[in-house]
């Protein structure tokens, strides 16, 4: 299996492209991730309705920008991190008031 090769300029210009970039790392294997957006988390809903794992391949699919595929195609590898793929769902809280 051959290791993830992505330059420094690739990853500048997903930023440009997307913002931050996350890269997950496991046993010399990466995976470059975008945040997930509006679409991608409806996208993830809409067809995995209450399968958790269905869900996180999608949201894996939509956020994937390069890497190592097999963290995509093993499940060890898989279910490792689905259990991060949340952190690329961010939310901004604020306050409601009654007026």
Do not use: H, P
């Amino acid at each position: 299996m051959q290791k993830s090769n992505i330059s420094t300029e690739k990853i500048e210009q997903w930023k440009k492209q997307y913002g931050d970039v996350y890269a997950y790392e496991v046993d010399g294997n990466v995976a470059y991730l975008r945040k997930a957006d509006r679409k991608i988390i409806a996208a993830a809903q809409s067809i995995a309705g209450s399968d958790a794992i269905r869900y996180n391949e999608i949201l894996l699919e939509n956020c994937w920008l390069g890497g190592d595929e097999i963290i995509k195609t093993d499940d060890a590898y898989f279910l490792g991190i689905s259990s991060f793929l949340a952190e690329l769902i961010q939310i901004k809280v604020g306050e409601l008031k009654k007026l």
